[in-house]
């Protein structure tokens, strides 16, 4: 009896831990509002080889170094307010990124609301160009690669810009924006920014449009169209990604006389091992008259972490393009690592 009884107390208990141990595990709270740090730090070495054939060596041009604020609230009945605030600076130095003239926050500085509508963004941000750049961007931006091609608009950054997204629906978003003139067709002033967005799991594509009015150029008021068309494919193994970008200015803005050119970009990504990646891109720039701008890029990132990477990247041109950038080929050798930090929220 004394053995029975002991066997039905070990069942129950064993039943018990069983049921105990299949109980969901409790849901965290999801926060109403929050404040999010985040950032990349950056520090390469490039050995590159200018036209005339004189080697040279810089560091800290390559990743963009960077610091920011982002956060967003609940005001209720599906609105949401939001910001951005974002820095660029040099790890190999410490000092704010003059490309950006100077200022504390000269990457991003925009306020915002969302709803069941869309989103609404007002400051200093990206045109939708930008979006569409990333797209067929896999190269690390550097003096021959995509940052200096076509794909992305020569002001870069939009002031007093004005721009709604719209809400995602079957993978697919409009943006539209404005950026208000600050000096009479001062560089990044009176131009509109328009686009669309698809993303699937397999597709991602997108098509924009800035239309810039200025009086660069010796003239009194001409405006000047900027197309972007970019798409990529994961075919699992390997994903391919194109693009296509026409412009109706040269890659020079100090120039006096506006060179009309199309560029074509051709790439793939695949991996190396577990933790590594490859990437090849083709970049070919035909301007108006001249011969084509030739860029080759070959890159490998090797994963040390989820927030850490180094990488490598060989870049080669043609002639017509080293005369044009100044570089006949670069070798960059780095390191990255990004972080993200919760700071606050309810």
Not at 7 to 19: P, Q, R
Not at 33 to 58: C, P
Not at 248 to 265: E, G, I, M, P, R
Request: hydrophobic share 40%; aromatic share 10%.
């Amino acid at each position: 009896m004394h053995r029975v009884m002991t066997t039905v107390i070990m069942l129950i208990v064993g039943v018990s831990f069983d049921v105990s141990a299949r109980e969901p595990e409790p849901t965290p709270p999801q926060t109403t509002s929050e404040v999010r740090l985040y950032g990349l730090a950056d520090l390469d070495i490039t050995h590159s080889k200018n036209s005339e054939g004189v080697s040279g060596i810089t560091s800290g041009i390559w990743n963009g170094s960077r610091f920011g604020l982002k956060g967003h609230g609940d005001l209720g009945a599906g609105l949401k307010p939001l910001f951005r605030l974002e820095g660029g600076f040099g790890t190999e130095d410490g000092k704010i990124k003059l490309m950006q003239g100077g200022r504390l926050f000269g990457r991003q500085a925009y306020l915002g609301l969302e709803s069941g509508l869309g989103t609404v963004t007002f400051g200093r941000q990206y045109p939708v160009s930008d979006a569409v750049a990333g797209i067929v961007d896999i190269a690390l931006p550097g003096v021959l690669s995509a940052y200096k091609s076509q794909f992305y608009w020569q002001i870069d950054r939009l002031e007093n810009a004005l721009l709604y997204s719209s809400p995602i629906m079957g993978g697919l978003q409009a943006r539209l924006g404005y950026a208000f003139g600050k000096n009479g067709g001062a560089a990044g002033s009176s131009t509109v920014t328009t686009g669309m967005l698809y993303n699937t799991d397999l597709l991602t594509a997108g098509l924009s449009l800035e239309s810039w009015k200025t009086s660069a150029f010796s003239t009194s008021s001409a405006v000047y169209n900027f197309w972007n068309l970019a798409a990529s494919y994961d075919l699992g193994v390997v994903a391919l990604v194109a693009g296509c970008s026409s412009d109706d200015v040269n890659q020079d803005l100090s120039s006096n006389s506006a060179v009309k050119s199309k560029t074509y970009a051709l790439g793939a990504k695949l991996p190396a091992g577990t933790a590594g990646k490859i990437v090849l891109l083709l970049q070919v720039t035909k301007p108006e008259s001249g011969a084509p701008l030739d860029i080759a890029s070959l890159r490998y990132t090797h994963t040390l972490s989820k927030r850490a990477a180094l990488y490598s990247q060989i870049n080669v041109a043609n002639h017509a393009a080293a005369d044009a950038y100044g570089r006949q080929s670069e070798f960059t050798f780095g390191m990255h690592c990004r972080f993200d930090a919760f700071l606050f929220g309810n």
